[in-house]
């Protein structure tokens, strides 16, 4: 999704009077969180629900894996893209359980003898499941929500509870914006943290990365500021 945030929010919010709240998520999958009634759309749908994936190339941009009723399909859902494809579950010969589509250039995702999930094309590994974090404690999900600068924020971090890594979904809407005429910005990607800023060499700073692989954000979780970078 490419947008322009300055158009709607300047360059600095100010995110005052915000609320946080976390939980702990079920540890198996990692992504476990209910998805609540009234939120429909895809990013928060797959980030609440799916599996995360990293580009095996390094490179900025994920996917998440959702699957359906009895593991009978698994939609991929690409967050820079906007896109969810549907595969189908079907049996090797040798007996595993694979998601394609009868297409010779389909994605194929299975899960690898170590218990990680990955997406290959015509052989080629393209996407895979960061390993295994043990000794980092459970899954947690922060929550910051408010109205700040001319717009509506909803900002979710999940994380490992002792690492400064995870994944972070952030929505923003215009808060005037007319009934039914809501234009909502909505960025996935890592979360890093960081230490120390221009006027405080003890502050800790969350940097959000956007599966855009263009969009950048700093977020200060003490203060609730949040400023947007150009790469």
Known sequence: MKSDLTLILGCVLLLAGCSASSKKADDAGAEATPVPAEVTDDYTRFFTEGIRLERADGKAGGMYVRFGKDSLTAELFSPAEGVTETLERRITPAGKRVWNMEDDDTKNLRREDGGLWTVSRRGKLIFSEAGAADGLGNWLTERFEGTAAGA????????????????????????????????????????????????????????????????????????????QFNR
């Open 152 to 227: 509506r924020y909803r900002l979710a971090v999940r994380h490992r509870e002792h690492s400064g890594d995870g994944y972070f979904l952030l929505h923003l809407t215009p808060a005037q914006a007319e009934a039914g005429n809501d234009t909502t910005l909505i960025y996935t990607g890592r979360r890093y943290t960081q230490r120390v800023t221009a006027t405080d060499a003890d502050a800790t700073v969350w940097q959000l990365v956007a599966d855009d692989g263009v969009t950048l954000y700093n977020f200060i979780p003490e203060n609730r500021t949040l400023e």
